[in-house]
T-cell receptor
Framework: NAGVMQNPRHLVRRRGQEARLRCSPM?????VYWYRQLPEEGLKFMVY????????ESGMPKERFSAEFPKEGPSILRIQQVVRGDSAAYFC???????????????FGDGTRLSIL | ELKVEQNPLFLSMQEGKNYTIYCNYSTTSDRLYWYRQDPGKSLESLFV?????AVKQEGRLMASLDTKARLSTLHITAAVHDLSATYFC???????????????FGKGTHLIIQP
């Protein structure tokens, strides 16, 4: 499967716990984008990363949320001290170069459905 | 702040009928995307519209873009049950300011096609 891989597909956490969501980009892609989809809403951009760098985090909440994309391994979206409002589907997309410079659609993974009890 | 509005948000129609979904956006953009999402699934890219007057067709779906009116339409011809899904339009603004690397999505149109 050469697509964007996300895991886990479903994640349940209790309030106050930490959630870690993983995204492995398509082979050869070094740019990753994270989005959040609340129920009955469209996707909202959170953060754009290249390997070892955060390029644009304008959509990321200022507290409790962080993202990384290390030199080796998947991109991680981390949510600390989760609250009920964090319940959502989190999608990532990847591209071989800066997507805004290319005239192609973003290709999305299957998402992680996060439920907070 | 870029705003993307779709209408209608909910649409129930019968097989064989035609209908149009509208997508309005609030800032200059030459790039608009249509996606389909089935319940519990990821987003599937349908169309990429890159210039004023662009029109693309795939099967019973046709999308167009009018950048002057800041409007895109997704037209469904002779609908069939398999087209039931949620359809999103998404826009990438022309400026290179913050957030320009991410798409801005509409809320989606939930389409139900009754057999």
């Amino acid at each position: 499967n050469a697509g964007v891989m996300q895991n886990p597909r479903h994640l349940v956490r209790r309030r106050g716990q930490e959630a870690r969501l993983r995204c492995s980009p398509m082979k050869g892609h070094s740019h990753v984008y994270w989005y959040r989809q609340l129920p009955e809403e469209g996707l909202k951009f959170m953060v754009y990363l290249q390997k070892e760098n955060i390029i644009d985090e304008s959509g990321m909440p200022k507290e409790r949320f962080s993202a990384e994309f290390p030199k080796e391994g998947p991109s991680i979206l981390r949510i600390q001290q989760v609250v009920r409002g964090d319940s959502a589907a989190y999608f990532c997309a990847s591209s071989p170069k800066r997507w805004s410079l290319a005239n192609q659609p973003q290709h999305f993974g299957d998402g992680t459905r996060l439920s907070i009890l | 702040e870029l705003k993307v509005e779709q209408n209608p948000l909910f649409l129930s129609m019968q097989e064989g009928k035609n209908y149009t979904i509208y997508c309005n956006y609030s800032t200059t953009s030459d790039r608009l995307y249509w996606y389909r999402q089935d319940p519990g699934k990821s987003l599937e890219s349908l169309f990429v519209l890159l210039s004023n007057g662009a029109v693309k067709q795939e099967g019973r779906l046709m999308a167009s873009l009018d950048t002057k009116a800041r409007l895109s339409t997704l037209h469904i011809t002779a609908a069939v049950h398999d087209l039931s899904a949620t359809y999103f339009c998404a826009v990438s603004p022309n400026d290179s300011g913050g957030g320009a690397d991410g798409l801005t999505f509409g809320k989606g149109t939930h389409l139900i096609i009754q057999p």
